[in-house]
């Protein structure tokens, strides 16, 4: 079962904060989160492990609820590039290794 | 320059033939997958491959078939048994299938059956 996202979509002037949500009903290993633009390839932003290791861009903040199996990535101070679609994916702790799960998509659109 | 190309970006197919889609990678990634797009959804899991010559169905398999005889190549064939096989598909890879690491996407290759 695919994860779910939160909201589906948002639209934020320029500098505004949102926040995007991700939720499993399985125990995950681990949470990724891509930003795709439209007619483009998903681009990496950040990876969240369970055990609380983190691995992505440096400007990027997120977080993961293990005991919840939910995450967060926020967007802070938002920019015109942080426009596009956000995909979390989840890699749970019951399936075989690399059996990814994407959620639907929560699209962002940063206004001037 | 390393990365991932998928050819061709548009193809168009008559239903009923069988078509494959290209997917290269000279990053020296152990794992790749297919993931199927449709307009306005997120990205759905047809195959992976964690090794060279073994691979695993994914979430939508049926209508699919990949190969993986060589580290670098991971084509995808549409058959006629998929039953709506118009979408954008997107190969990627990653360092290792065992967990935790970022996935590299192609461009994706924008299918259309008519």
């Known amino acids: 079962q695919q994860p779910v996202q939160s909201p589906q979509a948002v639209i934020l002037r320029e500098g505004e904060d949102a926040v995007i949500n991700c939720s499993s009903s399985?125990?995950?290993?681990?949470v990724h989160w891509y930003r795709q633009k439209h007619g483009e390839a998903p681009v990496f932003l950040m990876i969240l492990l369970k055990g609380g290791e983190q691995k992505g861009h440096e400007k990027i903040s997120a977080s993961f609820n293990e005991k919840k199996q939910q995450s967060s990535l926020y967007l802070t101070a938002s920019q015109l590039s942080y426009s596009g679609t956000y995909f979390c994916g989840t890699e749970t702790a019951t399936d075989s290794w690399g059996k990814f799960q994407f959620g639907a998509g929560t699209q962002v659109v940063v206004t001037p | 320059d390393g990365g991932i190309t998928q050819s061709p970006k548009y193809l168009f197919r008559k239903e009923g033939q069988n078509v494959t889609l290209s997917c290269e990678q000279n990053l020296n990634h152990d794992a790749m997958y297919w993931y199927r797009q449709d307009p306005g959804q997120g990205l759905r899991l047809i195959y992976y491959?964690?090794?060279?010559?073994?691979?695993q169905k994914g979430d939508i398999a049926e209508g699919y078939s990949v190969s993986r005889e060589k580290k670098e190549s991971f084509p995808l064939t549409v058959t006629s048994a998929q039953k709506n096989p118009t979408a954008f598909y997107l190969c990627?890879?990653?360092?290792?299938?065992?967990?935790?690491?970022?996935?590299?996407f192609g461009p994706g290759t924008r299918l259309t059956v008519t």
């Open positions: 399985k125990a995950l290993y681990s």
């Open positions: 491959s964690q090794i060279v010559n073994d691979f």
């Open positions: 990627a890879s990653s360092i290792s299938g065992t967990g935790g690491y970022e996935q590299y």
